[in-house]
T-cell receptor, first 112, second 109 residues
């Protein structure tokens, strides 16, 4: 593993289903983030974690949950997917909240 | 509210110079970032400004004026591979990044 990996690369999901997007980094970064990117809009922060064991809500947290059990992993869960959650999801990490963020390759999610 | 404005799209010629502007209104300011994003790929870091003035890094330079809430990214000697979206982001008082929608730069031969 080099940098940040995300899985799956893409997914088509039926509305109402539960889905977990995975994110793993091997840079030992303290902070991790989940963003969604929609056409015509800037990246919007869903949830973040400044260090293992802590999480916080971003700009658009409704319908999403996260956990940070260890430094490397930061999964994002959609408890009951809705079509408005169709988007490209990016995971990012940084050494600290003051540092530049490094992004994973993204997960393209379609909810039908 | 918080707002980052940048042009939606710009076109420039290979070998030329282009300036991409970004204006912002945020709750607090703790630095401004520029990222490059090729279509279908992840954003990658280009530059960071926290003090007023110009930061130069090879063919790319970034300028900041905190009093005007303004930044620009200057790309010199444009190459076809510079065709991408350029994202401006401001770190606010909570140390979270507020992102602009991005400027799509099209380079023509």
């Amino acid at each position: 593993i080099a940098g940040i990996t995300q899985a799956p690369t893409s997914q088509i999901l039926a509305a109402g289903r539960r889905m977990t997007l995975r994110c793993t980094q091997d840079m030992r970064h303290n902070a991790m983030y989940w963003y969604r990117q929609d056409l015509g809009l800037g990246l919007r922060l869903i949830h973040y974690s400044n260090t293992a064991g802590t999480t916080g809500k971003g700009e658009v947290p409704d319908g999403y949950s996260v956990s940070r059990a260890n430094t490397d992993d930061f999964p994002l869960t959609l408890a009951s997917a809705v079509p408005s959650q169709t988007s490209v999801y990016f995971c990012a990490s940084s050494e600290g909240s003051e540092s530049e963020q490094f992004f994973g390759p993204g997960t393209r999610l379609t909810v039908l | 509210g918080q707002n980052i404005d940048q042009p939606t799209e710009m076109t420039a010629t290979e070998g030329a110079i282009v300036q991409i502007n970004c204006t912002y209104q945020t709750s607090g300011f703790n630095g401004l970032f520029w990222y490059q994003q090729h279509a279908g790929e992840a954003p990658t870091f280009l530059s960071y400004n926290v003090l007023d003035g110009l930061e130069e890094k090879g063919r790319f330079s970034s300028f900041l004026s905190r009093s005007k809430g303004y930044s620009y990214l200057l790309l010199k000697e444009l190459q076809m591979k510079d065709s991408a979206s350029y994202l401006c982001a401001v770190r606010d008082s909570n140390y979270q990044l507020i992102w602009g929608a991005g400027t799509k730069l099209i380079i023509k031969p």
